[in-house]
Structure formats: structure tokens, C-alpha cells
């Protein structure tokens, strides 16, 4: 079943990568819901986080091929249970609508959204969460006179996560990586000899 | 200082096999220009001969490498589609990182079929493109095309460099990169500014680690001993040899493998000549045009082993089909092609040349004769359905596999086999004999029709002491012909077989057996092909009957250097067994 998953792919800071990673999902026919590039915990290592909707099998195998990329130090895939992640909304409104109509006021407050920009015609509104309380309010206030809005990508921490340094210590030594191919039968002697 | 081309075609055939530092010109802290920095890294990463093009955007390096040919053999292609493909052929046989340089635009942009079909095999190919003024780029300057954005999905990697103080490390980390793990393509586009830019040379440092990139991981050794238990269990064990044995440099370490618990094994196309033809083991080759046997007991071997090959849709047929009985073992180095297609019980991940003595060493002494007899006596029925009209044919044209029937009989597999796509490449990998490893040259996964002509010419200056033999179709001679432009002018000894059938004949069968014969587009016709190559100064003959073909062969192979010998051979015959697409491996046709 296709449900959405969160893409955390540690790189390093090199032109071009962002396109070898994005036709890894066009190839693929996988449309891209979200995508973030940032610094990470790391200096100089930067941090791709891309929101897809996808089966896990298709997820899983696409995350090696993202792995296998040169500039490419790890990926990882997580879905919405094992992350924390938030977006971030600007909404801008009409000055005088806030001060007029008691239900923008109330709106805004009971999002928590908070003023960004006062101006005597408009008000530049900054609001962040889940996507769906972002959509709710974007569909509020539509008729109450929005004039622009706009929603960043998806930023995701990991739950299980240690983050990166203990990682890039062990890739910066020469030497062959510990990381393996898990398997299901790894260690579990009966179910493969069971013949 | 002798005129160029005068170097170029008397200098032929000193190997110079490894390179030390010494051999590198320049010394570290001096001032040189990037172009000169670039033939210094291939001096230093031991190249000898490549191929190339030159143009606007190239010049620079030309010129330094005007100054260059006595160390660096140049080879002058026609089309730099050849350039790579002559590239490939080169790595092929040589196991070396092939070389080629093209210019800017349509120079660069003609090598994308090569890096597609290097990819797709994992051939380790450094391609080294101008290209425009670096304060040009994206302003749509002469002969400006985005190498770098038209080339990402067909490289393993790909860098721009506008400054020459980047070019040592570039081209270092470019080798490193092509040849390591699983091979490839990689390309440095580099600018012409930077390409005539003086710079503080600092020497030459050969790249040894990329810490974001990890070519070897270590071997699991729980995985190497669930392995062997399966392997020493197993009743009816069964290999699959891909060319990760070949890449690994691991031929010798897989004979023994297969040697002390008597595994039955199968090549895939790529796979062949890794083990020869004759071998006690060896029971033919995979695939849609695979042998009956080997198709046929995929579906009901108890474990499967795969050793650097990766599942191919036309290995495996239909995959719900496909060995559902089998536990799998999966050896490759490229952890991606672990489940890719076919789910591993055990995937062994790893360089082959470190996984398969491990797990020898686990395995024990066996002999499987009754399995193995299952593969020789289907292999009968196969010779009574097929094979015997096929070498023998009574009918009074000539068929492919008896050209190559003949031709076994004077190489006795010891000749490189080139092959383009088709009808003739089925065949020629059918029937060739191998006898020794990195024999057979083909294009394999992306079937890339010309391919054959210049790889043959790679594959020469390869292996220099080897007979190469190109076989090819009537279709795809065409499609690269003008390489023979290349074979004249640097005396290149190969010899080309054109299989004639008038037909572009794979797909002629493919309507004949799906389309209702309904022919579109398939009748080809061809040049007079022995006056064309008598253009181009080389030797040649067309045959039609039985009787010619022995002599015709003998005459070719000992002709001294370049010949083209045309052999008419049935329009309309078929290449069988045959798994149709959508099929299981099991369901193979032998008519």
C-alpha cells in the first residue's frame, strides 16, 4: 500500500547532486510531494529530506540507488511514525480584514500562528506544522480574504536517529564500511535451512 | 620533432604495461597549463593508448598532447560514438580504464550512447570533454551544450572543472571512481579556460579513498557460513556467472569454487568466456536465447547461486516464474542489485575475488553427477531440436551457427569474439568457444546496435597479441561503418565477419512469431560491403556457399592484418530455444 515516507539522504556539498538525486525519482515515474536541502548537524555535510509517496518495497530499493551515488554518504527512509517533522506557512492577509472580522483574530490565534510583518494594508502571518492543521487553515481563511500564500518543504528529524558525526568519522577512515545488507534471515539459522 | 600523424601510425604495439611515477614529465611545483596536467594524470594512471576526436573546445589539450605521443598512443576515431565504444572494447579485454576525449557539443553529446551502454555493463570508461569558456556557460556560446545535466543518468560520475588547479585531484578521483566496485562511466568536462590556464602543478596523487563514497564493504562472515551450509545441503545447487567475475579478477577463485562441490553453471552473456567453453562445469549460457537445460532446471534447482550478476529481465523471464522453488544465494558487490529483482535468502555482499575463497573454504568436496547428467541429457534433447541443424544444417544456405561452427574449429577459443546485436550476437554467443577469460565483447544490456565495429578496434589495441574477430550484422555494420576509416588508417588488425541476411533480422523473427509476419520495416539493403572496405584499403570477400566457407575463414584469419569477409547466410531463419517475453524461464520454446 502506498503511504508517504520521509527520504533523509546525508551528502556532500557538490553542484549537481541535487539533479542526480532528483532523476533518481523521475526515472521512476515517483512524483516528489516535498524536498528540502539543507546544512546538517555536520558541517559542510548537507541533508536532503524529500517526502514521497510510495510503497516500501519501491522506497527501499530507490534508497540504495540514492545511496550508491558517489557524493552520496547515507540514505535513509522513515515513515510518518518514526520522525518528528514540521512545515512552515506564511500567509498574508489583509490589515484591515484582522481588524475588522473577530473570526481571522480568533483563527490565527487558535493556530498559533504569529505576525511576521504589520503593515498598514497587510499582515504576513508565519505558521508551522503538520501539513493537514497548515491546510486547514490555508481553507479558513481562503474566503476571509487571503491574499498569498506559501508552505515550505517538509524538515524531518529522525526519532531513532544518533545523528551524523559518529557516521562520518567512520567513513573519513580508509577502510572497507561496516554496513551491511539486513536481511530477514540474517542470524535466524532455522528459517533458511528449513529445506 | 617528426610531423604527427608519421608518430602516430609507426608507433604501434609496444605495451607498456605498468606505470610508474617515474614515467610522469613534470615535476611537482612548477608552472604548467591544464592540458598538460591532464595528459600528466593519464601518463600517471598508466594509460597507453586511447581514442578521441578533437574540437573548438579541445584544441588546448591537443595541442600538449602534440608534444605527448611518444608516451600516449592517440588513436584518431571517426565519430565519437566510436571514440567510446572503441574505449569499452579496450577495457574490455584489457581490464584497464578506457580512455577517450571529444569535444564540446555535439562532440560530447555523441558519446551518450557509449555512456549509456558502459553504464548499463559497468565498464570502466574515463571520458574527458571541452568545453566552452568558463564565463560562456549557459549563454548558448558555440558548440555549448549542459554535458554535465545530459549526462548524470548514464555516469557513475560526472564533475565540471573551470579551474586547472582542479584537475589533477578531478581526473584522480575520475579513475578512482571508474575502476573501483562496480565499474562505470565517468566524465570531466572541462573548460577551455582552464584547459589553457598555467597553474602550481603540485604532482599527480593517485585517489585512494572518497570518504562519501564506500567501492568494498566488509565480508559478513555470518552470511559466508549460512552460505556454504546451503550450498554443502543442497541436492540440486546451481551457479549463475555474470561478469562481476570477470570485473573482479576473480576467474580463477570461481573455477575453484565450482571445482570442489561440483556445481553445475551457467553464464549470462556477459558472464561468458569466464570459465571456458569445455569445462566439466560449464553447461551454456542463460537468457532468452540461453541454452534449454540451464533455462529450464533454473526452475527446479534447490539453490541458486548468483555470482556478480544482476537478474536481468531477459535472464530471468517472467520474475513471478522465476526459481520460486530455490533459495537464493546472491554474491555482488553493488548492495543494490541485492532484492533488486530477485529476493536473496542470503546475499553475500562483497568483492568476489574476497567472498568466493571464504566461501570455498566452507564448502565441502562434492560431486552432484546426477544433477549434472540432467543438464547433459536435456542438452541432447536441445542438440536434436536445434543445435544439429543449426551446425549441420542440410538445407542448401548457410546458417549463422555453422560460420561460427567453423570458425571454432581455427580459433579454438582462443580468439577475442566481438559482437554487435541481434540475431548474429545470439548465435556467436551461442556457439562461440571460449577458451580463455574476457573473450567475448558485446553489447549486453542496453543492445546497442553498431557497437561492434569500434569495440573490435578497442578490443584490438586491448589485447595486441590476441585475434580479435567481429562478427556482425547487415544492420548494425551500418549503422558504424565509418570506423573502418580508423581500421585503415592505424593498421588495426581486426577481422570482420558480416553475417548477411538481409534482414534486420532479430526483430524480423520477433514479427514473425508476434506480429503475424507482418515485415514492417526490416528489409535492409546494403552497400556492396567488399567495395566499400576495398575503399578503405582493406582486404575483403563475399561468400555465399557451403564449400567457400572453410577456405574463406582460413584466408581471413591468416590474412596479415585487416580483413572483411561477408557471408550470405537464410534470410528468415530463427534464433532458438527461445523464453518469449512475458514467460518463465521454464516455458522456453525450442521451436
Given amino acids: 500500500m502506498k503511504q508517504e515516507f520521509t527520504i533523509t539522504v546525508y551528502t556532500e556539498n557538490h553542484i549537481g547532486l541535487l539533479n542526480r538525486i532528483a532523476i533518481m525519482f523521475s526515472r521512476r515515474k515517483i512524483n516528489i510531494e516535498s524536498l528540502n536541502t539543507s546544512p546538517s548537524e555536520v558541517e559542510g555535510i548537507h541533508r536532503f529530506t524529500i517526502v514521497i509517496n510510495e510503497v516500501e518495497e519501491v522506497v527501499k530499493k530507490l534508497v540504495r540507488q540514492i545511496e550508491k551515488q558517489v557524493e552520496v554518504l547515507k540514505a535513509y527512509y522513515n515513515n510518518n511514525e518514526?520522525?518528528?517533522?514540521?512545515?512552515?506557512?506564511?500567509?498574508?492577509?489583509?490589515?484591515?480584514?484582522?481588524?475588522?472580522?473577530?473570526?481571522?483574530?480568533?483563527?490565527?490565534?487558535?493556530?498559533?500562528?504569529?505576525?511576521?510583518?504589520?503593515?498598514?494594508?497587510?499582515?504576513?502571518?508565519?505558521?508551522?506544522?503538520?501539513?493537514?492543521?497548515?491546510?486547514?487553515?490555508?481553507?479558513?481563511?481562503?474566503?476571509?480574504?487571503?491574499?498569498?500564500?506559501?508552505?515550505?518543504?517538509?524538515?524531518?528529524?529522525?526519532?531513532?536517529?544518533?545523528?551524523?558525526?559518529?557516521?562520518?568519522?567512520?567513513?573519513?577512515?580508509?577502510?572497507?564500511?561496516?554496513?551491511?545488507?539486513?536481511?530477514?534471515?540474517?542470524?535466524k539459522q532455522d528459517e533458511v535451512f528449513s529445506m | 620533432m617528426s610531423s604527427a600523424t608519421e608518430t602516430m601510425k609507426t608507433k604501434k604495439s609496444e605495451s607498456k604495461e605498468t606505470t610508474t611515477q617515474s614515467q610522469v614529465r613534470v615535476k611537482a611545483n612548477t608552472s604548467i597549463s591544464g592540458s598538460v596536467a591532464v595528459l600528466e594524470a593519464l601518463v600517471a594512471e598508466g594509460v597507453t593508448d586511447f581514442f578521441g576526436y578533437p574540437g573548438g573546445a579541445i584544441?588546448?589539450?591537443?595541442?600538449?598532447?602534440?608534444?605527448?605521443?611518444?608516451?600516449?598512443?592517440?588513436?584518431?576515431?571517426?565519430?565519437?560514438?566510436?571514440?567510446?565504444?572503441?574505449?569499452?572494447?579496450?577495457?574490455?579485454?584489457?581490464?584497464?580504464?578506457?580512455?577517450?576525449?571529444?569535444?564540446?557539443?555535439?562532440?560530447?553529446?555523441?558519446?551518450?550512447?557509449?555512456?549509456?551502454?558502459?553504464?548499463?555493463?559497468?565498464?570502466?570508461?574515463?571520458?574527458?570533454?571541452?568545453?566552452?569558456?568558463?564565463?560562456?556557460?549557459?549563454?548558448?556560446?558555440?558548440?555549448?551544450?549542459?554535458?554535465?545535466?545530459?549526462?548524470?543518468?548514464?555516469?557513475?560520475?560526472?564533475?565540471?572543472?573551470?579551474?586547472?588547479?582542479?584537475?589533477?585531484?578531478?581526473?584522480?578521483?575520475?579513475?578512482?571512481?571508474?575502476?573501483?566496485?562496480?565499474?562505470?562511466?565517468?566524465?570531466?568536462?572541462?573548460?577551455?579556460?582552464?584547459?589553457?590556464?598555467?597553474?602550481?602543478?603540485?604532482?599527480?596523487?593517485?585517489?585512494?579513498?572518497?570518504?562519501?563514497?564506500?567501492?568494498?564493504?566488509?565480508?559478513?562472515?555470518?552470511?559466508?557460513?549460512?552460505?556454504?551450509?546451503?550450498?554443502?545441503?543442497a541436492e540440486k545447487p546451481f551457479v549463475l556467472l555474470g561478469q562481476g567475475v570477470i570485473l573482479g579478477k576473480a576467474e580463477k577463485e570461481f573455477k575453484a569454487f565450482i571445482e570442489k562441490a561440483g556445481l553445475p553453471t551457467a553464464a549470462t552473456v556477459l558472464g561468458l568466456s569466464a570459465l571456458p567453453t569445455d569445462h566439466s562445469l560449464n553447461v551454456g549460457m542463460l537468457g532468452m536465447h540461453g541454452n534449454y537445460a540451464p533455462n529450464v532446471l533454473t526452475n527446479e534447482c534447490d539453490v541458486l547461486i548468483a555470482v556478480g550478476m544482476r537478474f536481468d529481465d531477459r535472464v530471468t523471464g517472467r520474475l513471478d516464474k522465476y526459481a520460486k522453488q530455490a533459495k537464493v544465494i546472491h554474491l555482488d558487490i553493488d548492495p543494490a542489485e541485492i532484492d533488486k529483482n530477485v529476493q536473496a535468502t542470503v546475499p553475500v555482499w562483497g568483492d568476489c575475488k574476497e567472498t568466493l575463497p571464504l566461501l570455498t573454504a566452507l564448502i565441502e568436496k562434492k560431486e552432484h553427477k546426477e544433477w549434472l547428467n540432467k543438464f547433459r541429457t536435456m542438452l541432447v534433447e536441445e542438440e536434436d531440436a536445434v543445435i544439429k541443424d543449426e551446425l549441420h544444417p542440410t538445407c542448401e544456405i548457410m546458417t549463422m551457427g555453422e560460420v561460427l561452427n567453423v570458425l571454432n574449429g581455427f580459433t579454438n577459443g582462443s580468439a577475442v569474439i566481438v559482437t554487435d546485436v541481434g540475431q548474429h550476437q545470439m548465435v556467436a554467443c551461442r556457439y562461440a568457444k571460449f577458451d580463455k577469460t574476457r573473450s567475448n565483447v558485446t553489447s549486453g544490456g542496453l543492445g546497442t546496435m553498431g557497437f561492434a565495429l569500434p569495440a573490435a578496434i578497442g578490443a584490438k589495441f586491448g589485447a595486441k597479441d590476441r585475434t580479435v574477430v567481429a562478427i556482425i550484422g547487415d544492420g548494425g555494420f551500418?549503422?558504424?561503418?565509418?570506423?573502418?576509416?580508423?581500421?585503415?588508417?592505424?593498421?588495426?588488425?581486426?577481422?570482420?565477419?558480416?553475417?548477411?541476411?538481409?534482414?534486420?533480422?532479430?526483430?524480423?523473427?520477433?514479427?514473425?512469431?508476434?506480429?503475424?509476419?507482418?515485415?514492417?520495416?526490416?528489409?535492409?539493403?546494403?552497400?556492396?560491403?567488399?567495395?566499400?572496405?576495398?575503399?578503405?584499403g582493406i582486404a575483403g570477400k563475399s561468400i555465399a556457399k557451403r564449400e567457400d566457407l572453410k577456405s574463406s575463414l582460413q584466408e581471413m584469419l591468416e590474412h596479415k592484418g585487416s580483413y572483411l569477409l561477408e557471408i550470405m547466410v537464410g534470410k528468415e531463419n530463427n534464433v532458438f530455444p527461445m523464453v518469449p517475453q512475458g514467460c518463465g524461464v521454464a516455458e522456453i520454446r525450442l521451436k
Avoid at chain 1, 518543504?153 to 564500511?177: C, Q
Fill in chain 2, 59 to 233: 584544441m588546448p589539450i591537443y595541442d600538449a598532447l602534440y608534444d605527448y605521443n611518444d608516451q600516449l598512443n592517440h588513436i584518431l576515431v571517426r565519430h565519437e560514438q566510436g571514440g567510446i565504444h572503441a574505449a569499452q572494447g579496450y577495457a574490455r579485454t584489457s581490464g584497464k580504464v578506457g580512455v577517450v576525449f571529444a569535444t564540446s557539443g555535439p562532440g560530447a553529446t555523441n558519446l551518450v550512447t557509449g555512456l549509456a551502454d558502459a553504464q548499463i555493463d559497468s565498464t570502466p570508461v574515463v571520458c574527458i570533454t571541452g568545453q566552452v569558456f568558463a564565463h560562456l556557460l549557459g549563454t548558448d556560446a558555440f558548440q555549448e551544450t549542459d554535458v554535465i545535466n545530459i549526462t548524470t543518468p548514464v555516469t557513475k560520475w560526472n564533475y565540471q572543472v573551470t579551474d586547472a588547479s582542479e584537475i589533477p585531484a578531478a581526473l584522480a578521483k575520475a579513475f578512482y571512481i571508474a575502476k573501483t566496485g562496480r565499474p562505470g562511466p565517468v566524465l570531466i568536462d572541462i573548460t577551455k579556460n582552464a584547459q589553457v590556464q598555467k597553474f602550481d602543478y603540485q604532482g599527480y596523487k593517485p585517489c585512494t579513498h572518497i570518504r562519501s563514497y564506500r567501492p568494498k564493504p566488509i565480508v559478513r562472515k555470518e552470511y559466508i557460513q549460512q552460505a556454504a551450509a546451503l550450498i554443502n545441503k
Fill in chain 2, 478 to 536: 551500418q549503422m558504424t561503418l565509418q570506423e573502418l576509416g580508423t581500421i585503415m588508417q592505424f593498421d588495426v588488425d581486426v577481422k570482420i565477419i558480416i553475417l548477411n541476411n538481409h534482414f534486420l533480422g532479430m526483430v524480423r523473427q520477433w514479427q514473425q512469431l508476434f506480429h503475424d509476419k507482418r515485415y514492417s520495416f526490416v528489409n535492409i539493403t546494403s552497400p556492396d560491403f567488399v567495395t566499400v572496405a576495398k575503399g578503405y
Fill in chain 1, 82 to 187: 518514526e520522525i518528528v517533522w514540521q512545515e512552515l506557512a506564511l500567509y498574508k492577509v489583509s490589515t484591515d480584514k484582522v481588524i475588522e472580522d473577530v473570526k481571522v483574530e480568533r483563527l490565527l490565534r487558535q493556530y498559533g500562528a504569529r505576525a511576521v510583518v504589520i503593515r498598514k494594508d497587510y499582515t504576513v502571518f508565519e505558521t508551522s506544522g503538520h501539513r493537514e492543521e497548515i491546510n486547514k487553515l490555508t481553507e479558513v481563511l481562503g474566503p476571509l480574504g487571503l491574499i498569498e500564500f506559501v508552505r515550505s518543504a517538509r524538515v524531518a528529524i529522525i526519532n531513532a536517529s544518533s545523528g551524523f558525526y559518529e557516521k562520518l568519522r567512520e567513513f573519513e577512515e580508509e577502510k572497507p564500511g561496516t554496513d551491511i545488507v539486513e536481511n530477514e534471515f540474517l542470524d
